[in-house]
């Protein structure tokens, strides 16, 4: 599976509640919480975010609770993956779990800016920086954790596994 798109760029912790704000976890309609997906750390993620584009993220990205909102609010938003340095352990879980893709790239993180157009292959495990020409070497993703990513999430998975497909 290839992805390609824009980055946008944090930095380090950024936790759970900067990802979907804890007031809006009265819901859990993925197309409301991409509303508010990012808003408290950038207030023009969610309105600009377009499909396919990236969050690109320092050190112990998804810190915080172990909320499934984040990741949800992130695939529904548009994103495609995201890229940090390094992942809280839950969120690294939670985000296959509801089919989103993220991939530990310390190497890249920096070199990566705001706005650059990435293109990550999951089966290659490569990640390349299409504005600056660098290329990334990035752990695959198992077979099994795409065929999570390609059916939307572990619910989705499990389901269409009963129904024999």
Partial sequence: ??????AWKYGDDVDTDVIIPARYLN???PAELAKHCMEDIDGEYAA???????IVAGKNFGCGSSREHAP????ASGASAVIARSFARIFYR?????GLPI?????AVDEIGKGDLL???MERGTLRNETNGKEYRISPVPPFMQELVAAG?????VSARRKGK
């Fill in 153 to 157: 999430g572990l619910l989705n998975y």
């Fill in 27 to 29: 819901t859990s309609d």
């Fill in 1 to 6: 599976m290839e992805l390609k798109g824009r």
């Fill in 72 to 75: 949800i609010a992130i695939k």
């Fill in 119 to 121: 293109s990550v292959d």
């Fill in 48 to 54: 600009k975010v377009s499909h396919g584009d990236f």
């Fill in 103 to 107: 991939f530990e790239a310390p190497e």
């Fill in 94 to 98: 939670n985000s296959f779990n509801m």
